[in-house]
């Protein structure tokens, strides 16, 4: 999410919790700073579901005035580790995100939590029957216009209720005047297909 992009939350009055990538360099390593330090907030849970034993570590701390500065709103860094055991094979995972308000560890592990559920269910969809992962088309715009029109199709059907995302395709893709019907009828849902965290919130403000 770029920078503009959270001045627009802010601006509407809404909140966010973003993820922050390893080439936001000087944002990634000022929070990796952080965590030699003391945190404001901790939580921790251990979860173990169908032989798969995980470990979710939570550390909350707040941030300079330096990056809120840059980062409109920002005032904590949030510091998720996933540590997790599967048929004998461990694996471990980092991930860091700041957040516009002042929240407790254990919020934060609930909410980025079910955010990561629901997007790896959107993925693993766009992966593997949309192909998306599989696209050649990687320059420019393209990409992230495309994703939005895949996410755009999604919304239609789920909002139809149509069995099967592979199965509806099929219906579909060779009725040309069914599929018109399809978008003129869920023209709300088209637009809101592609917007996901702070800028649907910000839609649903602004009506």
Known sequence: MSKKTVEVIIESENHYVIGVKKNQLKLYQHIEGLTKQKPVGWFSEIELNKGRLERREVKVFNL??????????????????????KKGKPSRENAYFISSFEGFAQLYCYGIRSHWSIENSLHWVKDVTLKEDASKIRSGNAPSNLS???????NIFRKNKMEGIAKSIRL???????LCQLIIQNATAL?????????????????
């Open 64 to 85: 300079s005035e330096d990056i809120s500065a840059v980062w409109s709103g920002a005032k904590q860094a949030v510091w998720v580790e996933r540590n997790v055991k």
């Open 148 to 154: 939005t029109l895949r996410n755009c199709a999604l």
């Open 172 to 178: 579909v893709s060779n009725d040309i005047e069914r």
């Open 191 to 207: 637009l809101l297909g592609g917007v996901r965290g702070g800028f649907l919130r910000m839609t649903e403000h602004l009506k």
